[in-house]
């Protein structure tokens, strides 16, 4: 699998990831240093769930996910026809 990364915003160059914390079940925060040794920068970066694009079938109902455009269209057609089928 392959770990998400960033340039560093200062030099450009790949960074590391060094450390992360789970903030909720939505956000995660991690910690990245710069491979740069002439730079050094060290830095927090977010990494939030925005929307569902393929539903759960072990959905956690305590988590409030905003389902993307399609998958609600997609979704609403198929109860429709189900509805209708009945």
């Known amino acids: ?3 998400i990364g960033l340039p560093c915003p200062h030099c450009a160059k790949t960074v590391r ?3 992360s914390r789970t ?3 939505m956000f995660k925060e991690i910690t990245y240093r710069c491979n740069n040794e002439d ?3 060290v830095f ?3 990494l939030e769930v925005l929307r569902t ?3 759960s079938a072990t ?3 305590s988590v409030r996910i905003p ?3 399609h998958v609600r269209a997609t979704a609403l057609n198929q109860l429709s026809l189900n509805l209708s089928v009945g």
């Open 1 to 3: 699998m392959r770990v």
């Open 59 to 61: 959905p956690n109902y």
């Open 23 to 25: 903030m909720s079940p």
């Open 17 to 19: 990831a060094i450390k």
């Open 44 to 46: 927090v970066a977010g």
């Open 67 to 69: 389902i993307s455009q």
């Open 53 to 55: 694009v393929s539903l």
């Open 39 to 41: 730079c050094g920068h």
